[in-house]
């Protein structure tokens, strides 16, 4: 029997009468005829007729009598919310999502402002090797994306300005688009995907196993203790990889300039010196502080508000990812803006 | 308030436990004495760990009240839960020690918060509290290079860190072997009879049900009230309800009644 067929017992068999299941001579069951059975005997029950199972092979019929045995669990089902509710759900979320942001950076600060009451509490040796892992660790593959980036810089543009003649000015291409935009979007990306994405699984792992719960009961504040260290690392190392990332990209661009456009290290050395201020560089500085700070902060609160299984952690890593690209790139246009408005 | 309250150690008046429109458990009474090894014992989903967040103040009731001497608990500031919680001592699950320290550093993170004593003064406490639970030499492992049973001996070492007066299990046998599990309990009654600590569990392991507890809670999950309150062997004799007899005798009435 491979479906189940509509049956309507009522049409069958009159009221008060007799439900008779006849499966002796059936050679090989499966659960199909059990499931058979058991809907079409529930069927008669609702309708007061009785149901013989005694020819039926004992095991079905010991497995439709389990079935039926159960009682009714009383649990409502799941709520499956339509459309309109889920973009709804969603809608509020967000906002909600918004304020969470909001009173991490509030937090932040008062944990910051407790700290400098109570120094005693913060834990140098931990926040050291936090630097270690946020800076160090980070430097080669900041490296040799700074560089590849300087490199393609100066490819683009030297195929451009050499129809002009303009082949020197490659090392101001890649020397302005570095210092002011490059080097430090590159590196936040990198260290969104490095930390931000640690930051969220280690907070939100600590939580699943009530390691958070367990700071919390003896008084201590989650984010003080967890957060706040991870604030201030990146944000204090960020600059420092982006000043590393300007180097190197400096690098791949010379390099270019050196082979295809035959430009002297030191002719494009001097040509970036004359062209990049400290002003361009210190944009790029600043500007990383603050991605430093959203990136940390993104990765925080996801681990603090994860849920209490894996694949929350999996879901917390993303979203402080997704989360913290996506306001790297708002504050950067922000940053544009305001530095075309004020005229640096 | 009255003055029976004033004698409990813990009291809990009518506290109704939800998540969000889902409730848990309803209007639950129940006071817990000093000195007493208290077990909060039901079926699996009762929300026995649930009840135990809130006697700690990691979650709020949604209503109902929860006194310590007399002192309420719940309704406060941070600062002042901060300053009753000091002492608390909690033994979670899976132990919860932090990842990032060594034995000794989980133990010594709350005395470098909540003592003056000197660094060394510190360590020396470490070593004491891993001692009682038979750790001693394992100050400088950290929480990821020993078993599970020790990891809960350690998780309970730090849990006294602050010789609290209170001590919180969450199943603490679960996940342990007999003979490990035994032992932690025979480590529970020592450390009730030396410290004089009261002792709040969560547990459905009824070989230490049945060893150590003085009194016990059982929470109906149908009912969601709890429906016996007493000595485990006087319930598993006398109980009202069956299912607690049930329970506490291992015993399940067949869902199909064979021929």
Redesign the interface.
């Known amino acids: 029997m491979d479906t189940m067929p509509e049956h309507d017992v009522a049409t069958l068999v009159p009221k008060n009468g007799e439900l008779r299941f006849e499966a002796e001579q059936a050679t090989a069951v499966d659960t199909s005829l059990a499931m058979t059975i058991t809907s079409l005997a529930d069927e008669a029950d609702d309708h007061g007729v009785h149901v013989d199972l005694s020819a039926v092979p004992d095991r079905i019929a010991?497995l439709v009598?389990?079935a039926r045995?159960?009682p009714e669990q009383e649990a409502q089902p799941p709520e499956r919310p339509n459309f309109v509710a889920r973009a709804g759900r969603q809608a509020v979320a967000l906002i909600e999502a918004g304020k969470v942001a909001l009173a991490f950076c509030g937090e932040t600060l008062i944990a910051a402002l407790r700290t400098l009451r109570h120094p005693?509490?913060f834990r140098l040796r931990?926040f050291i090797v936090l630097l270690g892992d946020t800076g160090f660790r980070a430097l080669p593959i900041v490296g040799l994306l700074a560089f590849l980036t300087g490199l393609i810089l100066a490819f683009v543009g030297a195929v451009q300005l050499r129809v002009f003649g303009a082949d020197l000015y490659v090392a101001d291409l890649v020397g302005l688009a570095m210092s002011r935009e490059m080097a430090s979007l590159m590196t936040s990306m990198i260290m969104s995907g490095r930390s931000g994405a640690a930051f969220a699984a280690h907070l939100g792992t600590?939580k699943v196993?009530?390691?958070i719960?367990?700071?919390?009961?003896?008084?201590?504040q989650p984010v003080d203790m967890l957060a706040l260290p991870r604030v201030l690392a990146l944000t204090l190392m960020m600059p420092l990889l982006t000043l590393y990332a300007n180097l190197l990209g400096y690098f791949g661009g010379a390099v270019i300039g050196n082979s295809m456009l035959d430009i002297s290290y030191t002719q494009y050395l001097f040509e970036t010196q004359t062209i990049v201020t400290t002003r361009d560089i210190s944009i790029g500085l600043v500007k990383s502080m603050v991605f430093g700070f959203i990136i940390a902060a993104c990765g925080c609160v996801q681990g603090l508000h994860c849920g209490k299984d894996a694949a929350a952690v999996g879901h917390a890593a993303t979203r402080a990812v997704v989360l913290s690209i996506t306001l790297i790139v708002v504050a950067d246009a922000i940053f544009a803006v305001l530095c075309e408005i004020l005229k640096i | 308030m009255n003055s029976a309250d004033d004698e409990a150690r813990i009291a809990v008046r009518d506290l109704t436990m939800a998540y969000g429109t889902r409730v848990i458990m309803k209007k639950m009474n129940f006071e817990v004495k000093r000195g007493e090894i208290f077990v909060i014992m039901g079926g699996s989903g009762c929300g026995k760990s649930t009840l135990m967040k809130h006697l700690i103040g990691l979650i709020e009731p949604s209503q109902g009240e929860i006194f310590y001497e007399g002192e309420r608990f719940t309704d406060i500031s941070v600062e002042e839960r901060d300053s009753m919680r000091q002492s608390f001592g909690v033994l979670y699950q899976a132990g919860a020690l932090w990842g990032s320290m060594t034995l000794a550093e989980n133990i010594a993170l709350p005395l470098e918060q909540y003592t003056s004593l000197s660094k060394a003064t510190i360590r020396e406490v470490a070593s004491f509290k891993l001692a009682l639970v038979g750790l001693n030499g394992f100050e400088d492992y950290y929480p990821a290079e020993i078993s599970g049973g020790m990891r809960k001996r350690a998780a309970l070492a730090r849990a006294m860190a602050l010789d609290p007066d209170i001590l919180f299990f969450d199943e603490p046998s679960a996940g342990l072997d007999p003979i490990s599990s035994a032992r932690l309990d025979d480590l529970i009654l020592q450390l009730r009879d030396s410290l004089g600590a009261t002792i709040v569990m969560v547990t459905h392991e009824l070989a230490s049900i049945f060893a150590i507890s003085d009194h016990c809670i059982y929470l109906d999950v149908d009912t969601r009230r709890i429906t016996a309150e007493g000595h485990p062997k006087e319930l598993a004799e006398s109980a009202d309800d069956e299912r607690v007899r049930e329970f506490l005798r291992r015993h399940a009435t067949p869902l199909v009644k064979t021929k």
């Open positions: 010991k009598l389990l045995a159960v005693k509490t931990e600590m196993s009530e390691e719960d367990a700071l919390a009961t003896f008084g201590f």
